[in-house]
């Protein structure tokens, strides 16, 4: 091997170190240790983004783009119209992940449970286009939703999905074109109107924001997913120009990118996320025997001094009581007193 070529293979090999640096980095942001009774908020800004696509076929004019930016998840899938009649179908979408565990303070490990509350707030923007025909909306669609989700997971590895304990949808849609397009017009005024209505009818948007709330009881010491979650997807049964015995052709666009001007399209966690952990019983028992051993120790080693005396101008002698003699509950009976003096 060349000198030339061995250090092409050292940058390689330090670009990949570099990048496996800065994805665990980002990892370690996303990872968090709560304890009970506290109220932690997590930046989304610094959240794991996982993505995924998949692309049936090999329609040259198929587009697929996903990612994230800042707090924000993009996704982009659209196709292009093609001289032969072929199909075109994908899906795709962006995952941002943070992770934490619960920690009640008592040492036990994960036996005990704690109640725990995620807010998290959301908002989104998307446009939709589709030009197909089809009157059972089968062919022919895009589609996208949003879910904030609850999971089991793995300490460091936010790509290992586990049992889902609690999940919420944020928003979804599906746009199968537009409606009563396929219907004849008998005169020039209804053909147009109808015509603005087909072309109107292809264009959809979807905008609005919510605050998504997830709570559940988690075990103490076992590490927790948060996800917010943005997937969609395209289908069309042709992207070609209308043809002889292919009646049917659609040209779907979904877009969580950006707009014409190029404002911001997606999905966003708009602010911080939000946990907040109770207490479990254990940790209150553990607290009050704390507090009562306490009051034990100090009761053990108190003394005061008092006067006492015999009559009037005698009690001026000072005297000091003994230690506290503290029985169990069994041995603390009326039978340890001294008897009363009789009347």
Not at 69 to 87: H, K, Y
Request: proline share 6%; charged share 20%.
């Amino acid at each position: 091997m060349s000198l030339l070529k061995m250090k092409a293979l050292d940058r390689s090999q330090v670009v990949l170190a570099t990048l496996l640096l800065l994805t665990n980095a980002t990892a370690l942001r996303a990872q968090t240790t709560i304890a009970a009774g506290a109220v932690h908020t997590i930046a989304p800004e610094g959240l794991p983004c996982l993505t995924n696509e998949t692309i049936v076929g090999d329609n040259p004019l198929l587009s697929v783009r996903k990612g994230c930016d800042g707090a924000r998840s993009t996704l982009l899938i659209e196709t292009g119209v093609t001289v032969l009649p072929l199909p075109a179908q994908a899906t795709a979408g962006v995952t941002r992940v943070a992770q934490f565990r619960v920690d009640d303070g008592t040492g036990s490990g994960a036996g005990n449970w704690l109640p725990v509350h995620v807010a998290i707030p959301i908002k989104w923007i998307v446009r939709a286009f589709n030009d197909s025909l089809d009157p059972t909306n089968i062919t022919g669609h895009v589609a996208a939703n949003s879910t904030a989700r609850l999971r089991e997971g793995t300490w460091g590895d936010p790509t290992v999905a586990g049992r889902v304990l609690s999940e919420v949808s944020i928003q979804g849609f599906t746009h199968g074109g537009p409606n009563g397009c396929l219907s004849v017009p008998k005169g020039k005024i209804s053909a147009a109107i109808t015509a603005v209505k087909c072309v109107v009818g292809s264009f959809m948007k979807d905008e609005g924001d919510s605050h998504v709330d997830l709570a559940v009881v988690l075990q103490v010491g076992k590490t927790y997913n948060i996800e917010v979650d943005l997937q969609g997807d395209l289908d069309s049964p042709s992207t070609s120009v209308p043809l002889p015995g292919v009646p049917l052709v659609a040209h779907p666009r979904l877009n969580f990118e950006s707009g014409v001007s190029g404002e911001p399209f997606g999905l966003t966690i708009d602010g911080d996320i939000r946990v907040t952990v109770g207490t479990s019983v254990g940790a209150e028992l553990q607290e009050l025997r704390n507090l009562i051993e306490q009051l034990r120790r100090d009761l053990e080693s108190h003394t005061h001094e008092y006067l006492t005396g015999r009559g009037a101008g005698h009690n001026d002698a000072i005297a000091t009581t003994g230690a506290a003699v503290l029985g169990t509950s069994a041995s603390s009976t009326d039978s340890s007193r001294p008897p009363r003096a009789k009347r």
